[in-house]
């Protein structure tokens, strides 16, 4: 029997692939060995340097809130590789803010690429894998979209969108053998949590309040999306992957026996 969780052959769109978890994925994808792998991103240089350590991996310069883009995109990668199977709908950026301080140019801004940019994805590339008779749609959302912050309002708002989009494309597409997920991972050790680059060891300190005890690392997102991208899934539609150490499985209450806070 072959491997179900391999996706060799495949052609797969990557978004936000710079860094951070969108790496990681095109990383544990090439370990799967996927036929190519487009990493879209607008931080050329990274880029580059991704592509130019992997010949199975080419850099597009994408802004995910560019409708234009998304087209010349997805046409190219079909035109080049005769096919699209998978896309990862990751980019996204975060907020700090209380709703009252935020600008409502920072909250549109954060609405048009982690909602936006997530809709013109699944717009864009749902015709050709129709065409395609198949293929798979994965979009990252966080546990902020399954249980609010504060001092993330917008952020969290998006994210409950991009559930809320993930299941709706997954009732749609799924007569048409796209099937559509969406990962949740909370307190992973990226630029966008760790801007410093803190080690390892210093950012699992500040995750004492998660019951495994420390923050996750991008590669462990990286294999739940790999997970649901591959045929070792083919029965999840609509599925909602949190990968977060327990952070958001209930309430973990001090000063209980066998607490150790
Ligand atoms: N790090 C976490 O703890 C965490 C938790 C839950 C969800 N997430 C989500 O995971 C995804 C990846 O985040 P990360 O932690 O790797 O962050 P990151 O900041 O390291 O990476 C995000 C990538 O998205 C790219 N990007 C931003 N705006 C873009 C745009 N308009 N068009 C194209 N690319 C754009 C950035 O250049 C960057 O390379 C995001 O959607 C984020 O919200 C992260």
């Excluded at 080049?80 to 909250?107: C, K, Q, R, S, Y």
């Excluded at 994805?121 to 749902?126: F, S």
């Excluded at 803190?198 to 790999?226: H, M, T, W």
């Excluded at 539609?237 to 209930?250: K, Q, R, S, W």
């Amino acid at each position: 029997m072959s491997n179900p969780f391999l996706l060799t052959d495949r052609i797969a769109i990557v978004t936000g692939a710079a860094r951070g978890i969108g790496k990681a994925i095109v990383e544990t994808f090439l370990e799967a060995e996927i036929g190519h792998v487009v990493a879209a991103d607008v931080l050329q240089e990274e880029l580059n340097e991704l592509a130019e350590a992997h010949s199975r991996v080419s850099a597009a310069v994408l802004d995910v809130t560019d409708e234009q883009g998304w087209r010349e995109l997805a046409a190219a990668t079909v035109e080049a590789h005769g096919g699209l199977d998978i896309l990862i709908n990751n980019a996204g950026i975060l907020v700090f803010n209380l709703l009252e301080d935020t600008p409502p140019e920072d909250f549109r801004r954060l609405l048009d690429v982690n909602v936006n940019g997530v809709f013109l994805g699944i717009h864009t590339v749902a015709p050709h894998m129709k065409k395609r008779g198949g293929g798979v749609i994965i979009n990252t959302s966080s546990v902020s979209g399954v249980v609010p912050n504060n001092a993330t309002g917008a952020y969290g708002a998006s994210k409950f969108a991009v559930r809320g989009l993930t299941r709706s494309a997954a009732l749609e597409l799924g007569p048409h053998g796209i099937r559509v997920n969406s990962v949740h991972p909370g307190g992973v050790n990226t630029p966008m949590t760790n801007p410093f680059g803190q080690s390892q060891d210093v950012i699992d300190k500040n995750y004492y309040f998660i019951p495994l005890q420390r923050g996750c690392r991008p590669d462990e997102v990286a294999k739940g999306v790999l997970y649901l991208a591959s045929d070792a899934a083919a029965y999840c539609n609509g599925t909602e992957l949190v990968i977060d150490g327990g952070m958001i499985a209930g309430q973990y209450l001090p000063g209980m026996p066998g607490s150790l806070l």
